[in-house]
């Protein structure tokens, strides 16, 4: 991890569930405008770790910072209104609304303009520029007048990460954005999260190997609600203990080197 003060530090949280630390002293801190993986097996604690730093959960011990501010106690809510996002809060709300309008609706809230979406988006210039900008970025356009109950499921992953962007994130936790998506939708979902702002910093919980290594500088291991290791991608990828207890063998990981150099390189 680069040198300066993290944009978002995890302390030594604890997480018991009666008798269980479902998240035993974890450390994890995220630097500014990093694309940073976090990782594990099934069981390793992942979402509970996710839970308590969008205020899901209140830790047993430890201390969430957020730009050098103490958010252990704050709702989820306040949370986002400080600059934290997750992409998983916002997924299943609005199956009726077109993504246009549902963009228009979180951008009107963004600028002050309260729930009158539908004023703002016939009134407000501002707003409609900024609904374009997102529905071109996350190649929406097409869609953007169908129910978003109707659209195929990539595209209704990145409406999701659309909406976390128009709340104007600084740190932005993606919650496994390709997962269940067709394989013939991923890579325009690939592309579209490594286009992501630099200045956004990125928290990826992700099973799917080739976008964690495609995307990731840095990635922290998580077993057993304990971190096991952190490094660089060739790092992880080397480390013995990784591939016994996360993957059982290395192939996944080189398979995915090699698939992220060929693209590079394509």
């Known amino acids: 991890m680069s040198g300066g003060e993290p944009v978002l530090s995890a302390q030594g ?4 569930f009666g008798g269980i630390a479902a998240t035993n002293n974890v450390t994890l801190n995220l630097a500014r405008g990093a694309r940073h993986a976090l990782i594990g097996p099934n069981g390793a604690g992942k979402t509970t770790l996710i839970n308590l730093l969008t205020g899901v959960l209140q830790p047993t011990a430890g201390r969430i910072i957020l730009e050098g501010e103490d958010i252990t106690n704050l709702a989820p809510d306040q949370r986002v209104q400080r600059g934290m996002v997750r992409t998983f809060q916002i997924n299943q709300l609005f199956d009726t609304l077109t993504p246009l309008e549902t963009l228009a609706m979180v951008v009107s809230q963004q600028q002050g303009l309260g729930g ?3 004023q703002a988006l016939g009134a407000s210039a501002r707003v409609i520029e900024r609904c374009e900008q997102l529905l071109e970025q996350f190649h929406l356009t097409a869609v953007m007048d169908q129910q978003t109950r109707v659209l195929a499921y990539g595209k209704r992953r990145l409406l999701e990460i659309a909406i976390a962007l128009a709340c104007r994130p600084r740190v932005l936790l993606l919650d496994e954005p390709v997962a269940g998506v067709p394989a013939g939708e991923r890579e325009e979902l690939l592309q579209t999260v490594a286009a992501l702002p630099a200045d956004v910093s990125i928290l990826l919980i992700e099973h799917d ?3 964690v290594f495609s995307f990731s500088k840095f990635m922290t291991v998580l077993v057993n609600g304990t971190v096991l290791t952190e490094g660089a991608p060739e790092q992880i990828a080397g480390d013995a203990r990784v591939k016994a207890v996360y993957l059982g063998h290395g192939d996944e990981i080189n398979d995915a ?10």
């Open 13 to 16: 949280l604890v997480m018991r």
């Open 209 to 211: 190997m080739d976008l």
């Open 257 to 266: 080197i090699a698939a992220m150099g060929s693209r590079h390189h394509g």
């Open 116 to 118: 009158k979406w539908w």
